[in-house]
């Protein structure tokens, strides 16, 4: 037990200082410009994006010190995220049915990339810790939706963090690696929620997705089939009534 919490603290920490440490140094380098990482935010207030890459590089290192498989599945969250931050930046389609609509129509959007980027990275996931082929799709399936769904919340400053620190928190009571993942994107998260917060800096696309996917295969780690499978069928439906979880999270706290 003693060991257990030992390990998960050390993630923990590890994780919050690589995103702190992160976050710092991108502000005082701001690569490319600082206009190339402002944004908008929902009350028109400027903001930086540099949490979103730093949250994304601290929970990709983390999670491969567990398991350097779900580490490069967490970063390759990260970058389909940065890409569509990037090259989706003036589209204001959201959901998965808008850009599938899209692509019917011959368009391959930004999210479209990022959907197929992102399943491709949970199914690796799935590959790596389960062995069944069922296991391996659901797998991916969670992880997937994981990252989608810390995405939908990501409707105004802090949800987004603290969606991550509420759902990974019951993760840290399991044993296993599953309990140190969930660590790593918790730390993550907890290191820019006060600047998320004070409308400093926001996650993006970037660091929802990956902070999502590593919460995603951190349920992965701890969880059967019967666990995967609800976990699925939770995140699928939350991905179909994608607009309710939204509005939900913009009300949420006031």
Known sequence: ???RVRRNGSALVLAAALARTGLTALRALSPGGRERWERQNHAGRTVDLYAGPACAAAAAAGTARVRPAV???VLAAGTCGAYDD????????RGFRAHLAALRDG???SGTV???????AGLAVGAALKE???DRVLAGVVVAGAAH???LVDVRPGRAAAAVLALGAPGLLRAGPGAETAAVAMGAAAAVLPDDLAERTML?????HALGAALGAAVVAGNGRTGLAAHAFALVAAAALGERVSEAARRSLG
């Open 114 to 120: 990022k959907l197929f980027g992102i399943s491709a």
């Open 149 to 151: 769904f810390v995405n």
């Open 132 to 134: 069944r082929p069922l």
């Open 107 to 109: 368009e391959v959007t």
């Open 86 to 93: 990037v090259a989706g930046a003036g589209d204001d389609r």
């Open 204 to 208: 993006g696309d970037t660091g929802a």
């Open 1 to 3: 037990m003693i060991d």
């Open 71 to 73: 580490g490069l599945a």
